[in-house]
């Protein structure tokens, strides 16, 4: 993968390649994807200019045999590192599942979470667990094959579990020379605290150039619109509306849908510690003119916000197994009007 080949923000590449060509590379990176953005090819870009023998100030040569190597994945000194089913306490998930996720990311950079799920038939949620964890230590003891960089590409981050986050943590804080990390996540405060803290962040998103049958995704849009189409349903009013809205929604790929899901339960939550008057903990708020923060927590209460979590983990199981997305965004959109309707 070239830098050239991608649509990622002109500025982002810039700064990334700068960093290659001063020599100043964070030892730690975390790319934080946002939910129509894929960082992996990113990854690849930035580690193939990294190993590139003849590389220019502006990309890869495309040619030498590091650049090669990186085509097929097969370079001896970049690790990846992802969500994979148990192959118990000592074999790593990620090496072992790695010749199915070099064919599919061959195929398919942009490849997501759930996709990557259905195709190695994990039913529920990957982790990247210890025993991962115990193979990238050993491995960033050792020497590099190459004789330069070893680079870990852990994809999904926030898949990572405690154990193995914990494990890793010293080699993210003293790393040994010539070990890099690029840590890539969706959801990046789903990954413990003292491991986040130590990495330096960069967000990604597209360039403008977006073709015109590329969709676009605003989760405070979507948000606002959808609790009040929600709310108006109780009296059957603008049901054709909301027919519309769960029809557009369906029209996103799953991963948009979960991320939907998984935002809009953290502001439910948010409205009730915001009720209680927790004013120290950071909550997650709609910051728009056109919405009311205050006005729609007083809609949740004690009486309805375990039933609201409840339906949207149903939502999300059924989503995440692809369930037919317009009939459960629907069923969940007249449950939640019931819900915020009901004194």
Same mark, same amino acid.
């Given at each position: 993968?070239?830098?050239?080949?991608?649509?990622?923000?002109?500025?982002?590449?810039?700064?990334?390649?700068?960093?290659?060509?001063?020599?100043?590379?964070?030892?730690?990176?975390?790319?934080?994807?946002?939910?129509?953005?894929?960082?992996?090819?990113?990854?690849?870009?930035?580690?193939?200019?990294?190993?590139?023998?003849?590389?220019?100030?502006?990309?890869?040569?495309?040619?030498?045999?590091?650049?090669?190597?990186?085509?097929?994945?097969?370079?001896?000194?970049?690790?990846?590192?992802?969500?994979?089913?148990?192959?118990?306490?000592?074999?790593?998930?990620?090496?072992?599942?790695?010749?199915?996720?070099?064919?599919?990311?061959?195929?398919?950079?942009?490849?997501?979470?759930?996709?990557?799920?259905?195709?190695?038939?994990?039913?529920?949620?990957?982790?990247?667990?210890?025993?991962?964890?115990?193979?990238?230590?050993?491995?960033?003891?050792?020497?590099?094959?190459?004789?330069?960089?070893?680079?870990?590409?852990?994809?999904?981050?926030?898949?990572? !579990? *405690?154990?193995?986050?914990? #494990?890793?943590?010293?080699?993210?804080?003293?790393?040994? &020379? %010539?070990?890099?990390?690029?840590? +890539?996540?969706?959801?990046?405060?789903?990954?413990?605290?003292?491991?986040?803290?130590?990495?330096?962040?960069?967000?990604?998103?597209?360039?403008?150039?977006?073709?015109?049958?590329?969709?676009?995704?605003?989760?405070?849009?979507?948000?606002?619109?959808?609790?009040?189409?929600?709310?108006?349903?109780?009296?059957?009013?603008?049901?054709?509306?909301?027919?519309?809205?769960?029809?557009?929604?369906?029209?996103?790929?799953?991963?948009?849908?979960?991320?939907?899901?998984?935002?809009?339960?953290?502001?439910?939550?948010?409205?009730?510690?915001?009720?209680?008057?927790?004013?120290?903990?950071?909550?997650?708020?709609?910051?728009?003119?056109?919405?009311?923060?205050?006005?729609?927590?007083?809609?949740?209460?004690?009486? !309805? *916000?375990?039933?609201?979590? #409840?339906?949207?983990?149903?939502?999300?199981?059924?989503? &995440? %197994?692809?369930?037919?997305?317009? +009939?459960?965004?629907?069923?969940?959109?007249?449950?939640?009007?019931?819900?915020?309707?009901?004194?």
């Amino acid at each position: 993968m070239l830098f050239s080949q991608l649509k990622i923000h002109e500025e982002t590449k810039r700064i990334l390649k700068k960093e290659v060509l001063s020599n100043c590379i964070p030892h730690a990176q975390l790319f934080e994807e946002t939910s129509s953005d894929s960082a992996l090819p990113l990854a690849l870009a930035f580690s193939t200019f990294v190993f590139c023998k003849n590389k220019s100030s502006n990309d890869s040569c495309g040619k030498c045999s590091s650049c090669r190597k990186m085509m097929t994945l097969n370079h001896p000194d970049v690790h990846f590192f992802f969500p994979s089913k148990n192959l118990g306490a000592r074999k790593s998930g990620s090496k072992g599942a790695f010749p199915e996720f070099q064919a599919e990311i061959l195929k398919n950079p942009h490849i997501d979470e759930k996709s990557w799920y259905r195709l190695c038939g994990i039913k529920t949620q990957g982790e990247i667990r210890v025993s991962d964890a115990r193979v990238i230590n050993k491995i960033a003891n050792l020497k590099s094959y190459e004789g330069g960089v070893k680079i870990f590409i852990v994809w999904c981050a926030d898949k990572m !579990n *405690i154990e193995a986050s914990n #494990k890793l943590l010293k080699n993210i804080e003293e790393p040994n &020379s %010539n070990t890099l990390f690029v840590f +890539i996540s969706r959801f990046p405060d789903k990954i413990i605290p003292t491991v986040k803290s130590r990495l330096q962040a960069t967000k990604i998103t597209l360039s403008g150039n977006r073709s015109n049958d590329e969709l676009e995704y605003d989760f405070e849009d979507f948000f606002i619109r959808w609790v009040r189409l929600c709310f108006l349903s109780s009296s059957k009013r603008n049901i054709n509306e909301l027919l519309d809205w769960c029809d557009n929604i369906s029209k996103y790929e799953n991963y948009v849908r979960l991320d939907f899901l998984e935002k809009s339960v953290n502001i439910f939550r948010s409205c009730i510690l915001n009720n209680l008057n927790l004013k120290e903990i950071e909550l997650s708020q709609i910051e728009s003119k056109d919405f009311n923060f205050e006005k729609f927590s007083k809609l949740i209460s004690h009486k !309805n *916000i375990s039933i609201i979590s #409840k339906i949207i983990s149903a939502a999300h199981f059924a989503i &995440s %197994n692809y369930a037919n997305a317009k +009939i459960i965004f629907f069923d969940l959109s007249l449950t939640i009007g019931k819900l915020l309707n009901k004194k």
